[in-house]
């Protein structure tokens, strides 16, 4: 681009406009392509009025004198704008590149849980610590059923999921066990501890510690996406019982008294009607039999019904709102040689109800496998070894004979009984 005048336009014209490119481009000897760069890369000040473009002489020659006849290429913007143009691209890259590193790095989804000493972990796919709770007391060192233990569940529908169990710490039998909720952030979100005192007929009060023998997370009944808790808590030195049901913020929504231990939670069609109901399985006193107790799980109250002036009934609770109650035959094995029978677990398998009861309190352990249907109605009785063992251990005692076992499973079947609450 020259410094000299143009062949177009005197002196006395600066004050002139040009109005196209054709004639910028005249003016400073270059191709209107070259003249339309001079406005974008070097800043020339042409103004624009619609579809036209105007600039005075004089504007162009100052625009002129500012232009040095070699811009550097740190200075032009020809160079600058490409290259800043690859630099953002390449610092997005990096970038990128560093938060998919670090994301990498992060725990995912918890998908089991770990404790030791005072500390519950919460662990996912690659073994990685999502969350670490710190408890007051150290984990006991005695077995802990995998009925309370921890599990991961979604509490409140929000798609994150919540551990819910209980803590097997040492001082179990001293201060009882608590159910805690832990939010997806291991903090706790609600602890249940049985704090409830009852009194009996024979004027007796129990109070805690209770511990947990089971709890069962459940569809809330209420149908809004959330998870309701059943918890049985047992008296550390007697035979009551209780079952609390608690909502997705710890909430208790029904509670029922027992006199005997619940043992086992499961959910099962008990009244064949299409929906599944709650069962709890154990003892009952007064009859001195295993039991199972149903419940419409939106409907947990009372106390169960006793014999008329037992000493160990539950005073001053409403009468219970059981649906039904089955009652176990005590087997001859536990007539002579146990106080009673009871259930210690239940489960359920392919449209059954699986009940273990126990029929003989010390070793060898004679235990009977019921497979219950739909409706609480007996398809089999299955004898362990232990039973038919401690059968034939009696039978050598002459109490009675190796053949036994078999008519006493019979008549097992044919006494259990089921009844409609009130």
């Given at each position: 681009?020259?410094?000299?005048?143009?062949?177009?336009?005197?002196?006395?014209?600066?004050?002139?406009?040009?109005?196209?490119?054709k004639?910028?481009?005249?003016?400073?000897?270059?191709?209107p392509?070259?003249?339309?760069?001079?406005?974008?890369?070097?800043g020339?000040?042409?103004?624009?009025?619609?579809?036209?473009?105007?600039?005075?002489?004089?504007e162009?020659e100052?625009?002129?004198?500012?232009?040095?006849p070699?811009?550097?290429?740190?200075?032009?913007?020809?160079?600058?704008?490409?290259?800043?143009?690859?630099?953002?691209?390449?610092?997005a890259?990096?970038?990128?590149?560093a938060?998919?590193?670090?994301?990498?790095?992060?725990?995912g989804?918890?998908v089991?849980?770990?404790?030791?000493g005072?500390?519950?972990?919460?662990?996912?796919?690659?073994?990685?610590a999502?969350?670490?709770?710190?408890?007051?007391?150290e984990?006991?060192?005695?077995?802990?059923p995998?009925?309370?233990?921890?599990?991961?569940?979604?509490?409140?529908?929000?798609g994150?999921l919540?551990?819910?169990?209980?803590?097997?710490h040492?001082?179990?039998?001293?201060d009882g066990?608590?159910?805690?909720c832990?939010?997806?952030?291991?903090?706790v979100?609600?602890?249940?501890?049985?704090?409830?005192?009852?009194?009996t007929?024979?004027?007796?009060?129990?109070?805690p510690?209770?511990?947990?023998r089971?709890?069962?997370?459940?569809?809330?009944?209420?149908?809004?996406?959330t998870?309701?808790?059943?918890?049985v808590?047992a008296?550390?030195?007697?035979v009551?019982?209780t079952?609390?049901?608690?909502?997705?913020?710890?909430?208790?929504?029904?509670?029922?008294?027992?006199?005997?231990?619940?043992?086992?939670?499961?959910f099962?069609?008990?009244?064949?009607d299409?929906?599944?109901d709650?069962?709890?399985?154990?003892?009952?006193?007064?009859?001195?039999?295993?039991?199972?107790?149903?419940?419409?799980?939106?409907?947990?109250?009372g106390?169960?019904a006793m014999?008329?002036?037992?000493?160990?009934?539950?005073?001053?609770?409403?009468?219970?709102?059981e649906?039904?109650?089955?009652f176990?035959?005590?087997s001859?094995?536990?007539?002579?040689?146990?106080?009673?029978?009871?259930?210690?677990?239940?489960?359920?398998?392919?449209?059954?109800?699986?009940a273990?009861?126990?029929?003989?309190?010390?070793?060898?352990?004679?235990?009977?496998?019921?497979?219950?249907?739909?409706?609480l109605?007996?398809?089999?009785?299955?004898?362990?070894?232990?039973f038919?063992?401690?059968?034939?251990?009696?039978?050598?005692?002459e109490l009675?004979?190796?053949?036994f076992?078999?008519?006493?499973?019979?008549?097992?079947?044919?006494?259990?009984?089921?009844?409609?609450?009130?």
């Amino acid at each position: 681009m020259g410094d000299s005048g143009t062949p177009h336009f005197d002196k006395d014209a600066v004050a002139a406009e040009l109005t196209s490119w054709k004639e910028i481009a005249s003016y400073l000897r270059v191709s209107p392509k070259t003249a339309q760069r001079y406005e974008t890369d070097r800043g020339m000040p042409v103004r624009r009025l619609g579809n036209r473009v105007a600039i005075t002489i004089a504007e162009v020659e100052r625009w002129k004198a500012t232009q040095s006849p070699s811009v550097p290429w740190h200075k032009d913007v020809r160079y600058l704008r490409p290259l800043a143009a690859t630099l953002a691209i390449a610092l997005a890259g990096c970038v990128a590149a560093a938060g998919g590193y670090i994301y990498s790095q992060l725990p995912g989804r918890p998908v089991s849980i770990t404790a030791e000493g005072k500390i519950l972990r919460a662990i996912d796919r690659e073994g990685r610590a999502v969350w670490n709770h710190t408890f007051g007391d150290e984990l006991g060192q005695f077995p802990q059923p995998d009925d309370v233990k921890f599990r991961l569940v979604d509490i409140d529908g929000d798609g994150r999921l919540e551990a819910v169990g209980v803590w097997n710490h040492n001082r179990r039998d001293m201060d009882g066990w608590k159910v805690t909720c832990l939010s997806p952030r291991g903090e706790v979100r609600w602890q249940i501890a049985m704090e409830d005192h009852v009194q009996t007929a024979n004027g007796r009060d129990f109070g805690p510690p209770y511990v947990v023998r089971d709890l069962e997370v459940f569809e809330s009944p209420e149908g809004d996406a959330t998870k309701w808790t059943a918890i049985v808590f047992a008296h550390v030195a007697d035979v009551v019982s209780t079952i609390v049901v608690v909502d997705q913020q710890g909430k208790r929504r029904g509670q029922y008294w027992h006199v005997g231990h619940l043992n086992s939670l499961e959910f099962f069609d008990a009244d064949a009607d299409g929906k599944l109901d709650l069962v709890a399985g154990g003892v009952r006193h007064g009859v001195d039999q295993a039991v199972l107790v149903v419940f419409d799980p939106a409907r947990v109250a009372g106390t169960n019904a006793m014999p008329p002036g037992h000493a160990r009934a539950i005073v001053e609770k409403a009468p219970s709102s059981e649906k039904q109650t089955a009652f176990f035959a005590r087997s001859e094995l536990s007539k002579r040689t146990a106080l009673f029978n009871y259930v210690t677990s239940l489960l359920s398998v392919n449209g059954l109800l699986q009940a273990h009861l126990s029929e003989q309190l010390q070793a060898p352990a004679g235990y009977l496998l019921y497979n219950l249907a739909p409706g609480l109605r007996v398809k089999s009785i299955s004898m362990s070894v232990s039973f038919a063992s401690a059968h034939k251990s009696e039978a050598t005692r002459e109490l009675f004979d190796e053949g036994f076992p078999t008519r006493d499973v019979i008549r097992l079947q044919k006494e259990f009984r089921v009844e409609s609450g009130r």
